[in-house]
């Protein structure tokens, strides 16, 4: 898979133009699927209206609403109770995820309840995450960002990638989120790590990393 990994979204100019190079046609011609599931483990965010914004486009966050020729729903708490018949084939031929923020633990374990993380590694959709949408791909996020519990506790994510993300770096509606926070959180984790702001995305393909920004971002590895 490619993956777009954003703090916030497709916020601007740079992030977008990096997903339509990865999509490599135009966004006009590409159906999508809108994950909304870790909203719901998040009590600021979901269930409610906050997650009909995300699905129906009407969010702050870019995503839905750039214009793509279809949008269709991928709800990951329905998929162990239906036929993999009735959902693998649409999400192998589809050309995007979007996936939403809100807790990265509880979209952890859906992902893996699903089965879709058995399957992403082989996709050739482009995986766009927001905020907890990113940092699932993480092999753990870090004591900073539990919230959700997940059965068998811990902090570990997907592994899909090397390193791990701290978004919304100085996010006014963020206290917490600042570099002396995302610093002190850098120096308890097992693999590299970024802080990024609302402006910035890292880009994966095929493991090679790179940073987009119209923002503020640290590699706070180095």
């Not at 190079?21 to 965010?45: F, R």
């Not at 209206?49 to 609403?65: A, C, L, Q, R, Y």
């Not at 050309?95 to 590694?121: F, I, K, T």
């Amino acid at each position: 898979m490619k993956l777009l990994l954003t703090s916030a979204g497709i916020n601007n100019k740079s992030i977008h133009d990096a997903l339509v190079d990865m999509l490599d046609k135009p966004i006009a011609d590409s159906n999508a699927l809108c994950i909304p599931t870790a909203m719901y483990g998040h009590p600021w965010v979901g269930p409610g209206v906050n997650t009909w914004e995300f699905i129906s486009g009407k969010s702050e966050n870019p995503m839905v609403d750039l214009g793509w020729k279809s949008v269709g729903i991928l709800e990951l708490t329905a998929l162990p109770s239906i036929s993999k018949d009735r959902w693998v084939p649409l999400v192998q031929g589809i050309d995007v995820l979007l996936v939403a923020g809100g807790d990265a633990l509880y979209l952890n374990h859906w992902m893996r309840q699903s089965g879709l993380a058995d399957l992403l590694p082989s996709l050739q959709a482009v995986y766009v995450g927001m905020s907890a949408g990113s940092m699932v791909m993480a092999p753990n996020i870090g004591k900073f960002f539990v919230g959700w519990t997940p059965p068998a506790g811990g902090d570990e994510t997907l592994g899909l990638v090397d390193f791990a993300i701290f978004p919304h770096l100085d996010h006014e509606m963020l206290p917490d989120n600042t570099m002396a926070a995302a610093e002190s959180w850098a120096a308890g984790m097992r693999v590299p790590t970024y802080a990024i702001d609302d402006q910035t995305a890292i880009k994966v393909i095929d493991g090679a990393v790179e940073v987009v920004s119209e923002g503020n971002w640290k590699n706070l590895t180095t």
